[in-house]
């Protein structure tokens, strides 16, 4: 195998290390997009938008609330949302929250969260909204109404993950939500625990909606991922790709 000489002149060097810098600056542009942390001002791409939400990048978008109370104030608003804005709470051993707030409803369904940041709130939206209304109009010609959930905020560590229980779940950030169920217009109640493997409506239900979050939430853990999840959804907006 030939190497390069480093005395070699650079228009002679092979082409990829000469576009290695480079390659570095965009995935290390990449990731400050996909954490939140370019500055607005330096962010060229438009705010999500909770009534349009087909535009791409929509996972940059999302994460562009992380950290920017502003626009946290602008997308979150109704009729797609009510929220109020709530106090940070200082982090301590991995847990609290910052730019959250209190949801009480979202894309027409009741869901109450006492806290959770503003970028899992509108993922959340858009996800009732987009991905679950639409599944539930398919699938039993009702609106969904309510959904039952296990919380969002929670100081604990990663369940049910061998590899990663040492390390601190995005509920102890109240970047997480856990829904256990979804009550439709006519008052019938769907289960995750009771109707996942079922044979019937309930179960095409529960798997569309489950495979739509996918667009709007980083992980998406279900029934199928292990046994501690047989009987909710975790939906995150972390540092993970997952959709299970």
Known sequence: MQRANPDMPARHRPSALRSL???????GLALAFRQGLVPWYLNPLPAIDLADPSRPLADWRLAAMRYNRDLCRRVLVAP???????????????????????????????????????EAASAFALWLEYGVQPAAQDTFAQRVVAVQ????????????AKFW???RSEHAIANAVDIAGFTLANGQHI??????????????????????????FRVVLGPDFNPEHHDHFHLDRGIGWVCK
């Open 21 to 27: 810098p480079l390659l570095v600056v965009l995935c």
């Open 80 to 118: 797609h949302v009510e929220v109020e804005p709530i106090a940070d709470h200082p982090f301590e051993d991995g847990c609290g929250w910052t730019n959250a707030v209190r949801m009480s409803n979202a894309g027409g369904v009741r869901a109450g969260f006492d806290k959770i940041t503003c």
């Open 149 to 160: 959930s296990f919380g969002t905020y929670a100081c604990r560590n990663i369940v049910g």
């Open 165 to 167: 229980k040492s390390r």
């Open 191 to 216: 289960s995750v625990r009771r109707q996942w493997r079922s044979d019937g409506p309930e179960a095409r239900f529960l798997r569309a909606a489950h495979d739509s979050a996918c667009r709007y």
